[in-house]
């Protein structure tokens, strides 16, 4: 990985992204996914880089549904590994659920890497999806093959940075799907139960912690904020943020500013 000094102004953006290349040089992340990373990015510097309000609705109600879900699953593909292997170790297992390979540009060599990687943190840590032996009705590609144990037996399931192809897939199968995608007009986006539109890298360890803030809720508690949670509110709210942000920006004077709230 490029060494770069922490005083440059740019230093975390410019950190994940040697993240994401190192992926792809370790045989985790393909070349697409790269092109995913810089698309990302560009919606992370229009909700400002930093979790808003939508997000924290749609991450609360997201942890409330895995509490309550029999068999959560939570879905790793190349730029996930890449990005949070740890965080995303740390946060299935404080949800007991299930962690399974799923990938669209899917190879042996890449299911073993990321594989590989995540045993890095976790050596005993059970990884599903190595050999998969079911198929999602209706998806013809590599991402389509699941796991038996898991997003085939899942009732909900975490499918982050994700194609839209799947997501809908899945939901259409009956799956509640919770998707974590910085843009949010993609497909992804749109056919998710609940959709949490911020950086991976900031909203994983906040799901954490709020699972650990959120086991002694009880059953009630935790329908409550399900039941009251609307993605497409929330998704309108993350619109809203980006148009006001917009706004602001354009007006005269507030381009030297090192942040703009």
Do not use: C
């Amino acid at each position: 990985m490029v060494k770069i000094p922490k005083s440059h102004p740019r230093y975390w953006s410019l950190y994940y992204r040697e993240r994401i290349i190192e992926g792809m040089e370790k045989g985790m992340t393909a070349k697409a996914g790269l092109i995913a990373h810089g698309r990302g990015e560009a919606f992370d510097y229009l909700i400002g880089e930093r979790t808003i309000e939508p997000a924290k609705k749609a991450m609360k109600a997201a942890v409330a549904k895995l509490l309550l879900a029999k068999h959560p699953v939570v879905s790793v593909n190349g730029n996930v590994a890449a990005l949070v292997p740890r965080e995303t170790i740390e946060l299935a297992k404080a949800l007991n659920a299930k962690l399974e390979v799923n990938l669209f540009y899917r190879t042996e060599d890449r299911v073993k890497a990321i594989a590989d990687e995540l045993r890095r943190y976790d050596p005993e840590i059970e990884i599903l999806g190595v050999n998969p032996t079911k198929r999602i009705p209706g998806l013809e590609h590599e991402r389509g093959r699941v796991d038996e144990k898991g997003i085939w037996k899942a009732d909900v399931v975490v499918v982050p940075l994700e194609d839209g192809d799947r997501t809908e897939a899945l939901v259409r199968m009956g799956k509640f799907v919770i998707t974590v995608d910085l843009n949010p007009l993609s497909r992804s986006a749109r056919m998710a139960d609940i959709t949490i539109v911020d950086n991976i890298v900031r909203a994983y360890p906040r799901m954490t912690e709020l699972t650990r803030e959120m086991k002694d809720y009880s059953r009630d508690e935790l329908l409550g904020i399900v039941q009251g949670y609307d993605n497409g509110n929330v998704l309108s709210g993350v619109l809203d943020h980006m148009r006001n942000r917009l706004t602001r920006l354009s007006e005269g004077g507030v381009w030297r500013k090192k942040e703009l709230d």
